[in-house]
Nanobody, 124 residues
Framework: VQLQASGGGLVQAGASLRLSCVVS????????VSWFRQAPGKEREFVAGISSSGGSQRFGDFVKGRFTISRDNAKNTVYLQMSSLKTEDTAVYYC??????????????????WGQGTQVTVSS
């Protein structure tokens, strides 16, 4: 299985970015997909996730309505639309898949496969 994350970049505070995660090598619609992030010196944390059906979504407390997540099962892709970005959103963003739950777990250990990460840098 391969997960390819893309869409990161350098933006100013208040800007928007859309991250994409393309999953190959498995039946995409069987898996929940989530985004995590890790800033330098900090632990990896849950950002957002979407269930295999797309009917359930979950967000980290810090998101506060700024991000949306969606999936296109025909393209094996999950999108994370990030708006009103803050400097504290600077991190490497990783996508990951799990089949261990019908919902959207936020615990890292539930996820079996990970992408390589894409860097998001928000400047003031």
């Amino acid at each position: 299985v391969q997960l390819q994350a893309s869409g990161g970049g350098l933006v100013q505070a208040g800007a928007s970015l859309r991250l994409s995660c393309v999953v190959s090598g498995r039946t995409f619609s069987d898996y929940a997909v989530s985004w995590f992030r890790q800033a330098p010196g900090k632990e990896r944390e849950f950002v957002a996730g979407i269930s295999s059906s797309g009917g359930s979504q979950r967000f980290g407390d810090f998101v506060k309505g700024r991000f949306t997540i969606s999936r296109d099962n025909a393209k094996n892709t999950v999108y994370l639309q990030m708006s009103s970005l803050k400097t504290e959103d600077t991190a490497v963003y990783y996508c990951a898949t799990t089949r261990r739950s019908t919902g959207v777990p936020s615990i890292i250990s539930y996820y079996d496969d990970w992408g390589q990460g894409t860097q998001v840098t928000v400047s003031s």
